[in-house]
């Protein structure tokens, strides 16, 4: 099995493209939530205006928890 050249450096350009993900990825994950945005708490409001069908923040929200949760702000 004989590779050229041009097989070796796709390969090589696959390998860094993954490395390139895996560093941001983890570095990313690692980064601290920006001052300021410590307490911001997701509203039915802000949701709705997003839209990302995907959203793992969407899929998971519970409504009814946030609106008991507004409720008690308001008193």
């Given at each position: 099995?004989?590779?050229n ?8 350009f696959?390998i860094?493209?993954?490395?390139i993900?895996i ?25 709705s205006a997003?839209g990302?069908?995907?959203?793992s923040?969407k ?6 928890k946030i609106?008991e949760?507004?409720k008690e702000e308001?008193?």
């Amino acid at each position: 099995m004989e590779f050229n050249i041009y097989t070796i450096l796709a390969i090589v350009f696959v390998i860094l493209l993954v490395i390139i993900f895996i560093v941001t990825y983890i570095l990313n994950k690692n980064t601290a939530v920006p001052e300021g945005c410590e307490n911001i708490k997701i509203s039915d409001e802000n949701c709705s205006a997003c839209g990302n069908l995907d959203c793992s923040i969407k899929k998971g929200i519970d409504l009814k928890k946030i609106e008991e949760e507004l409720k008690e702000e308001e008193k």
